[in-house]
């Protein structure tokens, strides 16, 4: 595409990533992805924010053939799919200055080997000026590593944010649209942002601190109402959690299906949402989507070789890497013999913050008193969520 102008001489650039289907080897991207790269021409000194995943170096490229050379370029986070196209870039601006963090410095040493001798380390609150614009450039770590700044350019009100505020969404849209962009940008929060909460909700309060009439992100579309994206963060970083049960689970010969059909029942007839994903074709975003917002966690398995279903365990690892703010835990499924099953979940869910209710484990296929026992924990769920506002609204 060509460069796009958001405001008068600021350019978005980069490249919209419509097939991307998988990042980090992990993240399902449905919906595609972008790699936003920005220029900023002032009056004496042009600024290029980010590049772009190396992939796409040829478009970003052919888009600086179209403007002014850059003086500078502002690396806000060393992944490959912001700086990767960096040693390129180098090589086309021999006289170009890097301008980073000194944790980006070092990072970018050691991950793309570019030459240390050129760049401007800039610290928390330090400004570049370009003669008729000023960048000013704004520590905000762990959103998502911890070298990561933003850059807020002061005449113009935009707030360059990185991966912060990002969605995995390609768009031809220049500028987000609510109903277009929420459920990947929520997506994209659980899966990179959620880890770090308390952090991204210290950041989301700092930035705040400047007027902000555009929030320029480096995956999805520019938010040109900064409000929606930032009144989503606090929700999903701060606000109250939901009235909902996630419920991943896998099943192999349907006992754990039919228990899981049984509790999925008994919550909805108490006021329970349930938020299901049957794990042999879930999406993992969707499932992070679920726990950015769900009370509790019950994690549905069989029992096979002496433990939960691989499915089951890869599940709850996500989970506890992704460390929700998840409130309650436990675990329904079969067994036909014996097994470490509850255990082993229990163990992988550690870094949780949550309480674990009683499991209910039935000995092959379900009996009367195994459903009992799957009521009697669909009403301690809704007794422990009885203050909890519903799914959708707080
Ligand atoms: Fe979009 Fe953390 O890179």
Redo the contacts with the bound molecule.
Sequence with gaps: MKPRQIVPNVYLIGAVDWDRRLFDALIPLPRGTSYNAYLVQGGEKTALIDTVDPSKWTELAAQLDELPAPDYVVVH?V?Q??SGSLPMLLERCPGITVVCSEKARTMLVDHLHVDGARFQVVADGDSLSLGDKTLTFLSTPWV??PETISTYLVEDKVLFSC?FF?SHLATSDLFADEGDVLDGAKRYYAE?MMPFAPQVMKNVEKVTQYQIAFIAP??GPVYDDPRLIVDAYRDWAGGPLRNVVCLPYVTMHDSTRLMVDHLTAALVERGVAVERFDLVTVDLGELASSLVHAATVVVGTPTILGGPHPLASHAAFVANALRPRTKHATVVGSYGWGGKTVDSIVGALGKLKVEFLPPVLAKGMPRDADYAALDALAETIAEKHADLPPRHGA
């Design positions: 986070h992944e799919d912001h998502h590593w991966d990002g990179i480096s995956h």
